[in-house]
């Protein structure tokens, strides 16, 4: 029997789900990624494998806030983002993280910025 790192037991969820939810360039992914000191997120239209809009914790404004604020703020920025290119509907790829505390935030904040996800 193997034991799994934490991070492998993620990055096998990451894939399971992967197989189940596609973007498109109409309802593109919003992909996430989080560490502990920050979170980022990207809207993929995998169809091309292009990114069209991105929002990261290292920018300027998002450095100095709480945690927690700093996902609901990126989500904000993001839908802000999404809907300067065009988009209004997304598909939520939590990335193998429970759907719970900063993931959630970003969400929340996402929706609350006008993005239908």
């Known amino acids: 029997m193997t034991v799994k790192t934490p991070e492998a037991r993620r ?10 939810v596609r973007g498109t360039a109409q309802r593109p992914r919003i992909a996430v990624f989080r560490s502990n000191q920050g979170i ?3 809207l993929i239209d995998d ?15 998002q450095r100095k806030l709480a945690r927690m604020e700093q996902a609901t ?9 999404a809907k300067a290119a ?17 993931v959630k935030a970003l969400a929340e904040g996402a929706r609350e910025g006008g993005l239908t996800i």
């Open 73 to 81: 703020k990126a989500g904000e920025l993001l839908a802000q983002r």
């Open 86 to 102: 065009g988009i209004d509907t997304a598909v939520f790829d939590r990335g193998g993280y429970r759907y719970h505390g900063r």
């Open 40 to 42: 980022n997120a990207q």
């Open 47 to 61: 169809d091309r494998g292009h990114t069209l809009a991105a929002v990261n914790w290292i920018e300027p404004d």
């Open 11 to 20: 990055l096998r969820r990451r894939r399971r789900v992967r197989a189940k």
